[in-house]
């Protein structure tokens, strides 16, 4: 079974630009989760899909960022327009919940090292 | 607000000698609690959680956790230390309500294995 996946792995960007990254969950995971890590900081939550709804987007920073989960499938993040401070990893993460008695572990990807000059 | 505590940045200890990192944790309710690595160039791999019951948690790789609620600790433990566990390790907290919910990390700590 294939894990998460997380495209590109790397991103060197100048402020001002856009990116988007991209995640595709482990199949049949209905949560899909996006996390970020400043260097040297915690990783934080950004936002939690159910499907292709969001659930809670309390960690998004401001409006610059936009995530979506199309179908919910995989999901993008977009940044736009990107300044210096989004400089970091961002992980994804999916789980399948809490089903029949089982309990929810997250799964995470390798992460998208974003850096903006 | 749930928090998590690791309280030691950077940690360096001989191949084959015993390890413990250490994991404070502040919630309100009970608590899910887990152990995560990510070694160089990887992504984070899930080495053990508890959820109920028994308090030693045996993972992956060796590794054990023991949850004390009087401390709200969660603190991980390997007996002998190999240069491959050489990484980051983060502890990290969720809620136990039976809906799947964010985790709160904690900075993570980096071990280092001298030969």
């Known amino acids: 079974e294939a894990g998460v996946t997380q495209f590109p792995s790397h991103s060197v960007i100048e402020k001002g630009q856009t990116v988007t990254l991209r995640c595709d969950p482990i199949s049949g995971h209905d949560n899909l989760y996006w996390y970020r890590r400043v260097m040297g900081k915690e990783i934080k939550f950004l936002l939690h899909f159910v499907k292709e709804s969001k659930q809670d987007e309390s960690g998004m920073p401001n409006n610059r960022f936009l995530a979506e989960r199309t179908g919910g499938t995989y999901s993008t993040l977009k940044v736009q327009p990107a300044e210096l401070e989004d400089s970091g990893v961002y992980f994804c993460?999916?789980?399948?919940?809490?089903?029949?008695?089982?309990?929810?572990?997250?799964?995470f990807g390798p992460g998208t090292r974003l850096t903006v000059l | 607000a749930q928090s998590v505590t690791q309280p030691d940045i950077h940690i360096t200890v001989s191949e084959g000698a015993s390890l413990e990192l250490r994991c404070n944790y502040s919630?309100?309710?009970?608590?899910?609690l887990f152990w995560y690595v990510q070694s160089p160039g990887q992504g984070l791999q899930l080495l053990l959680k508890?959820?109920?019951?028994?308090?030693l948690v045996q993972g992956i790789k060796g590794f054990e956790a023991e949850f004390k609620r009087s401390q709200s600790s969660f603190n991980l433990r390997k007996p002998s230390v190999h240069w491959s566990d050489a990484a980051e390790y983060f502890c990290?907290?969720?809620?136990?309500?039976?809906?799947?919910?964010?985790?709160?990390f904690g900075t993570g700590t980096r071990l280092q294995v001298t030969l």
């Open positions: 919630y309100g309710a009970t608590p899910y």
């Open positions: 993460a999916s789980s399948q919940g809490f089903l029949q008695g089982s309990t929810d572990t997250q799964y």
């Open positions: 508890y959820f109920s019951g028994d308090t």
């Open positions: 990290a907290v969720g809620p136990f309500t039976g809906t799947a919910s964010k985790l709160t």
